[in-house]
């Protein structure tokens, strides 16, 4: 898992979603969750990739890894 991924874009975008102020403690729990949700998606879009016997991922395999997640 990325551990230097950077806390801003994170606050920027949960600003923009509304928020008027972000604790810190805050910012790094969603980095950990979305680090833990991307995680996920590239295991599957892995996955898939492998089943089409290639070992690049392409956008087709995360949008695939996506489709089962969404409602």
Do not use: Q, W, Y
């Amino acid at each position: 898992m990325v551990k230097d991924f950077p806390l801003t874009p994170l606050e920027r975008v949960m600003r923009k979603a509304g928020a008027e102020r972000v604790s810190g403690p805050a910012i790094k729990e969603m980095k950990n969750i979305m680090l833990e949700i991307a995680d996920k998606i590239s295991m599957n879009a892995m996955a898939a990739a492998k089943h089409a016997k290639r070992v690049t991922i392409k956008r087709e395999d995360i949008v695939l890894a996506t489709r089962s997640d969404r409602s």
